[in-house]
């Protein structure tokens, strides 16, 4: 079955130290990954999606199909990387396959 | 282009009223979706749409109605609401192979 796991549900580092927020997925076929964030009491947005292989924000994310695996990472997290992270997995149509979400909390 | 809108924000129903949430985007998106999120769950999908006239179950559809008539509109209906239909909705949009746009959210509380 289609499924997202992030296993973690708060994450908290202090400024300034690295971040790796997990995400594993289940899926058959060749899958579409994202990664989305949500900062306090706002709509999701995009942060970055496994095709465009783009750094958004000092994140990158790199799909590793043999462990099935798309972590977020950022070498220098920021007060303001604080939100909730979600990891999503195109299930076609317009459908997606979200986990449980991630809490990061980057203290000062 | 104001994207994605929803309302209303919050509400409030009593155990077996009915509602509706609104959903509309000037995008042209052909495709749109409904998710329910709650804490430790994650946002799960309720219902989604292809294009007018074309809607499908996702995940958790029971105790919901879409319809899709136009382009712009994905309007939910909760028939008989429930305590267990208390959480945070938000309606998306995309393009196919598109990142999806999300609605500021609908806050529902049943009591």
């Known amino acids: 079955a289609q499924r997202v796991t992030q296993p973690e549900k708060l994450l908290s580092v202090f400024k300034g130290a690295p971040v790796e927020l997990k995400c594993n997925y289940s899926?058959?076929?060749?899958?579409?990954l994202f990664w989305y964030v949500q900062y306090s009491r706002q709509r999701l947005q995009l942060l970055l999606r496994?095709?465009s292989r783009e750094s958004i924000k000092g994140f990158t994310a790199d799909l590793n199909k043999g462990e099935t695996s798309f972590h977020l990472k950022k070498p220098f997290a920021q007060e303001e990387d604080s939100a909730m992270y979600y990891c999503?997995?195109?299930?076609?149509?317009?459908?997606?396959?979200f986990g449980q979400g991630t809490e990061l909390s980057v203290k000062p | 282009n104001a994207g994605v809108t929803q309302t209303p924000k919050f509400q409030v129903l009593k155990t077996g009223q009915s509602m509706t949430l609104q959903c509309a985007q000037d995008?042209?998106?052909?495709?749109m979706s409904w998710y329910r999120q709650d804490p430790g769950m994650g946002l799960r999908l309720i219902h989604y749409s292809v294009g007018a006239g074309i809607t499908d179950q996702g995940e958790v559809p029971n105790g919901y109605n879409v319809s899709r008539s136009t382009t712009e509109d994905f309007p939910l209906r909760l028939l008989s609401a429930a305590p267990s239909q208390t959480s945070v909705y938000f309606c998306?949009?995309?393009?196919?192979?598109?990142?999806?746009?999300f609605g500021p959210g609908t806050r529902l509380t049943v009591t």
């Open positions: 899926y058959s076929g060749s899958p579409e």
């Open positions: 998306a949009s995309s393009s196919p192979t598109l990142e999806q746009y």
């Open positions: 995008m042209n998106h052909e495709y």
């Open positions: 496994h095709i």
């Open positions: 999503a997995l195109d299930n076609q149509g317009g459908k997606l396959i």
